[in-house]
Nanobody, 114 residues
């Protein structure tokens, strides 16, 4: 079964950038449409954006133009490049399939604060 490990989070000032990574175990990654999600304290987990097997992407309006999702199907890795970060981007970020139907990893904490 595919397992996900997220990394790359941290504390960043508003306007800063971070690049998150999602490492997936197993060869199934290359046939899965994937997504990034985030969960702020006291809120539900929300979809940030998704990427198909061939690399087509969609983004939530709140991050469009600031975040970019990419993937490498050979390395079984997906990334989330986050630019122009805002305090409201503070959350734990997770990766999973576009359906969110596989076991969730521990996520990586992103805190945007001055």
């Amino acid at each position: 079964q595919v397992q996900f490990v997220e990394s790359g989070g941290g504390l960043v000032q508003p306007g800063g950038s971070l690049r998150l990574s999602c490492a997936a175990s197993g060869s199934a990654f290359r046939v899965l449409s994937m997504a990034w999600y985030r969960q702020a304290p006291g809120k539900q987990r929300d979809l940030v954006g998704d990427i198909t097997v061939l690399g087509s992407t969609n983004y939530d309006d709140s991050v469009k133009g600031r975040f970019t999702i990419s993937r490498d199907n050979i390395e079984n890795t997906m990334w989330l490049q986050m630019n122009s970060l805002k305090p409201e981007d503070t959350a734990v970020y997770y990766c999973n399939t576009i359906h969110g139907n596989l076991p969730w990893g521990q996520g990586t904490q992103v805190t945007v604060s001055s």
